[in-house]
């Protein structure tokens, strides 16, 4: 890839998100695009908003490589713009390293695309989003077929990115077991834009728990990003404090289809309908923090929960009303009780085997503790 990786420019990183189409040929239970069409973006907007881009004038002070991924909609909807920009893009010297990457759903694959992909898989990365075996993918997104094994293979680094619904969590200790057999590297997101009401977290909960017997009895293998909540240096914050507006950052931008700029792509027309966008995007540039929910005051966790301003608008209506407080907000805490318990045990282990442990893992294990005490009491 053309993205230099040095922790200083991973620091310094911008994002740029181009909605390259409003359109997606499916329809997950979990999308938060509610306004799709057949709209898209035509190259000469591409490329002047990549230009101004690699310009840099409008960037943060310090940005020193740029992230480029496409979306949608389905961005393989318009694999011939993604195509002509990603060409154009690499016909000269840019004056800053940036990298290429597509989130897709894999369903509008063709075998011209595999040829283009093949030939260019270390200049361009594509991440599959695929609910982690056909059964839950099924419930989620479709039962179209997907050639899983041409994005293991070409990209054999990229993880796949599975999305956790209320309706097929039943399937997560499977989906976990089945991938690590298969060895398809993969992490987890958790579905936003809709209630984990208590049934639904509890079977996540016994299904997570699974999840962390089977990797105490395969101790090789690492646990999926995403999966369980380990963030003890977090856990239990001495002060209060106010979200940070917005938690991408500065060095983060979405251009729409007509190149206008928006915070974020859960704050752009395709998620929440052109004049709400519209609206909210004059007073973007206004707002630095958010509020704390009075009732997250006393939860251990609350420093390292999500504040989402485009589903707080979604859901609520309101960008300083936390959607996650209604939506999140049980399995959150069971991530982190769960994650604790594992570190827990895995720790129980590590004295067992006569192995000593670090001052770091001390800690953290007083504070695992102690929110398992918290959480169970």
Partial sequence: MDEQRTNDHMRARRDLFLIVTRFCNLNCKYCYESHRSNKHMTFDVARSVLEAEFDGADHPSGTATLRIQFMGGEPLHRFDLIKEVAEWIWSEPRPLPYSLFIRTNGTLLTDEMKAWFTENNERIAVGLSFDGIPAMHAINRSGKAIDVEFFTTTWPEQEI???????????????????????????????????????????????????????????????????????????????????????????????????????????????????????????????????????????????????????????????????????????????????????????????????????????????????????TT
């Avoid at 089945?178 to 987890?188: C, K, Q």
């Avoid at 917005?246 to 289809?257: E, H, K, L």
């Fill in 161 to 375: 990115q599975m999305t956790l619904f209320k309706d097929s969590v039943h399937l997560l200790d499977e989906a976990v077991r089945e991938l690590h057999e298969r060895h398809v590297p993969f992490t987890v997101s958790i579905g936003e834009g809709f209630e984990w009401d208590e049934k639904s977290a509890a079977v996540f909960e016994s299904e997570l728990s699974r999840v962390a017997d089977y990797y105490l009895r395969h101790s090789d293998l690492s646990p999926a990003p995403g999966l369980f909540s380990m963030a003890f240096e977090s856990f239990f914050p001495e002060a209060s404090f106010e979200w940070k507006f917005c938690g991408t950052g500065s060095n983060f931008a979405a251009y729409d289809i007509d190149g206008e700029r928006y915070l974020c792509h859960l704050l752009s027309p395709v998620a929440i309908g052109e004049e709400t966008a519209k609206t909210f995007r004059e007073m973007q540039d206004t707002i630095t923090t958010l509020p704390l929910d009075s009732s997250c005051h006393d939860c251990p966790i609350r420093s390292t929960c999500q504040n989402c301003c485009g589903f707080n608008l979604k859901i609520h209506g309101d960008i300083e009303k936390p959607a996650a407080r209604t939506t999140l907000c049980r399995v959150r805490r069971i991530q982190a009780k769960i994650g604790s318990l594992f570190f827990l045990k895995k720790q129980q282990e590590k004295i067992e085997n006569g192995e000593h442990l670090s001052p770091r893992e001390w800690n953290d294990a007083q504070v695992a503790l102690r929110l398992l005490k918290h959480f």
